[in-house]
């Protein structure tokens, strides 16, 4: 279960061409009022600790999160220049260098569907690949595995399958919210 939610994307091919790549243009989400942000700068904990919940992620004490973004190589996130809320999320851990996993891929409930996440993914794939990092990996709900198939992740890549530490009394929570659990 958890080997088929693990997946890496090996595509730079995918991302070779900067903007010419994306979806959708910075441009077009600006003026529809979706701001791209790279840096924690005016970001509140608060909110984004709400739109984890809204889709499910357990509530997290800020100051673990703060502390958690601290030591995050890359983030993006969107804000609605009407709420100046965090709308959409995603962020990339990793030796700066060779690795990278993506962790807190999330988008508003209210603002899904509409192309936000695959946006925030792309722009957070090029950055990663820009520094030549190209061993990128992710965990993935079953659910969301034809999300991230498009953007170049495949699961289980030549047979090679994830495992996460899992202690005894937690064995059941092996999917991407167990794993968020777990850092609680
Ligand atoms: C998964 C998530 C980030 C997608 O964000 P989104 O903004 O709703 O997705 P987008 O509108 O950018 O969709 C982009 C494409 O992916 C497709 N897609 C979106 N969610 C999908 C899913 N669960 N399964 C398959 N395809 C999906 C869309 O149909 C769209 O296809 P298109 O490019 O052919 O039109 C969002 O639904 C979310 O936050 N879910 C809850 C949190 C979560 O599960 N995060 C992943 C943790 S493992």
Known sequence: MLARGVISATLRSAFQSPTSKYSISDGDLESRGFLFRRTISGLNL????SVFVAVGFPRRDPEKIKLA?????SLL????????KPVAFARATGDGVFNAIIWDVVVDPSFQ????????????????????ICNIA???EPRVLGFYRPLGFVADPDGIRGMVYSRKQRKKNTNCRGLHKANH
């Open 77 to 84: 996130w969107v804000e609605y220049s009407k709420t100046q």
């Open 69 to 73: 973004l601290e030591h995050t190589d």
């Open 46 to 49: 608060d909110h984004l600790n």
């Open 138 to 140: 992710l965990y993935s």
């Open 113 to 132: 569907g509409i192309g936000l996440g695959k946006a925030v993914m792309e722009r957070l794939m090029e950055d990663l690949l820009q520094r030549g």
